[in-house]
């Protein structure tokens, strides 16, 4: 396979910002290059000294004046939950019930999940983002759908089947034992497949009884290879419920702790009301608590307190969590996060939003030798992205005069417009999508529209 080199602004984080100006954290360079060679990162540095010794049959892209960083990472979606975002005016559960778990029940056709799947691996595609950790639906075939769209792309790509046996349609219900057959044979078929990686998914504690959440235990100690995702803390309602059907629990936390969940390979989703001694648990177990920005904000949920975290020396991501999320873009997603911290009294410095989306959520995943960081050796999964990919932000652009402004710019006016290319094992995949297909979708009724 022939060598390519890319050329544009290349920003690469090497360790978290310690302060709003820690260049120690990251290697920038203004004129700089990527060598890809069989889907790797061969060198980067920069371009004058890489042109210098490249091979004459070297392929060189020129993205100037776009920079190029890692390939964006997105730690916490639902990939059924695709044509639901932006549904009307409910909380966590009464959203599930009216539009989440009738747009899940879709999934039990193979032709609309294989549909589905290959139009969200686009949609991640076209936002810069090249590897998920996505839930799927209860059905052994929506997985299958979801991983053959992530092969076909050569995408690095977290999913697993979403186990439910209770508080949930039947249609949208397993049982202990199916659930435990299936998730073996899924994690049989995909697990280290390719690119594939296994996420054992009991949704959360509401729709697992604890005989479900047992075999869920048995999976995590049978495939410790494998990921572990699920919800934790969202909503109000949802503590209350939960912990209602776990009585002898200490709290939420205790839950899963207590089926053996807890664990350097699992990813809490929303984490948003935990006490110190949960958060305490998590930072003991190395758990990862997924900050879903603009989830909790659509669905009401409530503030992620990223500095609590920090201090109690917790393991943090960040997400969209699509379809809560309202948008498959980790710029627009961090873009909210800076919100969300800022009304608690909390600064996210550009730099740091830009590890958090990069190495950061590498390191949650626990793959930064592979992704999240251009480097010798490293999965040559690559974003160019366009500061100046609107008018409003062309003329923006003109009054930053330094990388931390132009980076905030960027994550605070820009979507998917902005990734301008996006390679994925070395191969370029944005310029090749296809443009949106009309299609028809029957509308469903919202809830009764309130004024207070
Ligand atoms: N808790 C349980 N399931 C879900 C889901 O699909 N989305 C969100 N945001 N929270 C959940
Ligand atoms: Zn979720």
């Given at each position: 396979m022939s060598k390519l080199l890319l050329r544009g602004r290349v920003l690469t984080f090497v360790d978290e910002p310690k302060?709003?100006?820690?260049?120690?954290?990251y290697n920038y360079f203004e004129d700089g290059a990527v060598l890809v060679e069989n889907g790797k990162v061969v060198d980067v540095g920069e371009y004058a000294a890489l042109i210098s010794v490249a091979d004459p049959q070297t392929e060189v892209v020129d993205h100037r004046p776009h920079l190029i960083l890692p390939g964006l990472i997105d730690t916490h979606l639902h990939f059924p939950q695709t044509q639901a975002i932006a549904s009307y005016g409910a909380q966590l559960l009464e959203w599930l019930n009216t539009y989440i778990f009738v747009e899940e029940q879709k999934f039990s056709s193979t032709a609309h999940a294989d549909f589905i799947a290959e139009r969200f691996m686009d949609e991640l595609l076209r936002n810069g983002t090249t590897t998920a950790a996505a839930y799927c639906s209860i059905h052994l075939e929506s997985v299958d759908a979801y991983f053959t769209a992530a092969e076909k792309r050569n995408m690095l790509m977290i999913g697993g089947k979403v186990m439910m046996d209770r508080n949930a349609p039947d249609a949208l219900r397993d049982t202990p034992q199916s659930g435990y057959d299936d998730t073996k044979a899924l994690i049989a078929k995909w697990h280290g497949r390719g690119r594939a990686h296994y996420a054992i998914s009991p949704r959360f504690a509401i729709t697992s009884t604890p005989e479900q959440m047992d075999m869920s235990r048995a999976l995590v100690r049978e495939h410790p290879e494998c990921y572990v995702q699920t919800h934790l803390s969202e909503n109000k309602d949802e503590i209350a419920f939960a912990t209602s059907l776990y009585p002898?629990?200490?709290?939420y936390t205790d839950i899963y702790a207590s089926y053996g969940l807890l664990g350097s390979k699992t990813l809490l989703g929303?984490?948003?009301?935990?006490?110190d001694r949960e958060i305490s648990a998590l930072a003991e177990t190395k758990s990862v608590a997924v900050f879903c920005p603009t989830s909790n904000l659509f669905l009401g949920s409530g503030l992620f307190d990223h500095g609590r975290f920090r201090d109690l020396g917790a393991r943090t991501s960040v997400a969209t969590d699509v379809g809560g999320g309202t948008s498959f873009s980790m710029l627009e997603t961090m873009s909210e996060a800076y919100k969300v911290l800022h009304v608690q009294g909390q600064r996210l410095s550009p730099f740091a939003s830009y590890y958090m989306m990069t190495l950061g959520n590498a390191r949650a995943l626990g793959l930064e030798d592979r992704i999240g960081s251009l480097h010798a050796g490293a999965d040559a999964d690559i974003t160019v992205l366009d500061s100046r990919a609107k008018p409003a932000m062309e003329l923006r652009m003109r009054t930053a005069t330094t990388l931390a402004e132009e980076l905030f710019i960027l994550q605070t006016?820009?979507?998917?417009?902005?990734?301008?290319e996006v390679y994925v094992a070395g191969k370029p995949m944005k310029s090749g999508l296809d443009k949106p297909a009309a299609t028809s979708t029957r509308t469903r009724s919202m809830p009764e529209l309130q004024t207070a």
């Open positions: 302060s709003i100006d820690d260049q120690s954290a002898s629990a200490k709290d929303h984490c948003i009301f935990l006490s006016m820009g979507d998917d417009r902005s990734a301008a």
